[in-house]
């Protein structure tokens, strides 16, 4: 019996940076999916979800194509299966696995790059793949993308799979240089989650990816071939050229170019402790998701409002938006009144359930007792 332990996570800022080759810095979070397994002697999997209740099974020999499957959870798993063996050219053996999971569902902390990666770190041990944890979270984003028709980037694969106990995961999506960086032991990383369900959130992710990309193109007609991604465009030249874009290319590309420089000073405030800064970067985080990106809602926006009001160093939603959860700083002195405060404040704004952890840092996906 092999049992995987596998985190997910939440953003500290670089939202919707890491398909525009941008910067990212994720938080792997004490909230995390197990799978616990058995080989088998054939080519069979058997996966229970006790979260949902839901058993599925496939052959590891005639891997159904994604259409084949009911969305849900076996999505993912087969997603990992199909990767794995398209790039080991190897057929994985066999397993008999249940999944359980104290990671909601849906609130935007990567429940499925979370499984994703206990799968492929189960199947990389019990196949002796040793394959390389980047190569992994690589694998495991191109099954999110086959299997799960979402267009996404690395970010959450790679916050799940290599991250460092107490430390947030800098990754540079362009070069794939990853760095840890240490958070100040006085700060508390809390998830504020809305209750709001994420809705339309895979069409609209695809439909802000190609917006990029035709924000992109615009750009190369005056800049050149040498702009491939928006990681290319500096705020200056942003200045100057993003009016002769159209809408929404031009807001959307404002953001992602404001949000990846934002990112690297945002390192700098962290490393320094620096609370007002910290605080400055995340609120001009979230008004540019807001108003550029235009991917939050009315329960993220009341639920920063209502983080700060209560005391937060710094707020913003994190993931992907329509719904879903925001992540707070807090000073660990004051974490229990921040909590009660903040769901008083969120509770008289809406009808929706909110719910609250304050988590460690934890590292990334690993075998567990
Ligand atoms: C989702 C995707 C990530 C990233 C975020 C937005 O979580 O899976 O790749 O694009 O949205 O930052």
Not at 186 to 209: C, F, H, M, Q
């Amino acid at each position: 019996m092999l049992c995987v332990r596998a985190p997910g996570r939440v953003n500290l800022i670089g939202e919707h940076t890491d398909y525009n080759d941008g910067y990212v810095l994720p938080v792997a979070i004490s909230l995390e999916t197990r799978v616990h397994a058995r080989l088998r002697e054939d080519m069979r999997c058997i996966v229970y979800s006790d979260t949902l209740d839901e058993q599925a099974e496939f052959d590891l020999a005639q891997l159904p194509p994604p259409d084949a499957l009911p969305a849900g959870f076996i999505r993912y798993v087969v997603g990992v299966a199909w990767a794995l063996q398209q790039h080991t050219g190897r057929t994985l053996r066999g397993v008999d696995a249940t999944i359980c999971s104290d990671l909601p569902l849906g609130a935007g902390l990567s429940s499925s790059a979370a499984l994703e990666a206990a799968f492929a770190v189960l199947w990389d041990t019990l196949d002796a793949l040793q394959l390389d944890r980047l190569i992994l979270a690589q694998l495991c984003q191109r099954a999110e993308q086959m299997y799960a028709g979402v267009q996404c980037g690395l970010m959450d694969q790679a916050a799940s799979l290599l991250s460092e106990a107490g430390h947030a995961l800098f990754l540079d999506t362009r070069t794939l240089f990853t760095q840890s960086v240490a958070l100040p032991p006085d700060w508390a990383i809390v998830v504020a989650d809305t209750g709001k369900p994420r809705a339309l959130a895979e069409s609209e992710y695809n439909l802000r990816r190609a917006q990029c990309e035709q924000a992109v193109q615009g750009l190369q007609t005056v800049l050149g071939e040498e702009v491939i991604a928006l990681r290319d465009v500096s705020p200056e030249q942003a200045a100057l050229y993003l009016p002769l874009l159209q809408e929404p290319a031009r807001r959307r590309a404002r953001h992602v170019i404001g949000e990846n420089a934002r990112v690297l000073e945002f390192l700098t405030a962290l490393r320094h402790a620096d609370a007002k800064r910290v605080r400055n970067h995340m609120l001009a985080s979230h008004a540019s998701l807001r108003d550029d990106y235009e991917v939050s809602c009315a329960e993220l926006d009341a639920m920063v409002e209502a983080c700060l009001r209560a005391g937060a160093i710094g707020a913003r939603m994190t993931g992907a938006g329509f719904g879903g959860a925001c992540i707070a700083l807090v000073e660990k002195t004051h974490v229990e009144k921040f909590l009660t405060e903040a769901e008083r404040l969120y509770r008289a704004r809406t009808t929706y359930e909110p719910r609250f952890w304050a988590c460690e840092a934890v590292g990334g996906a690993s075998a567990c007792l």
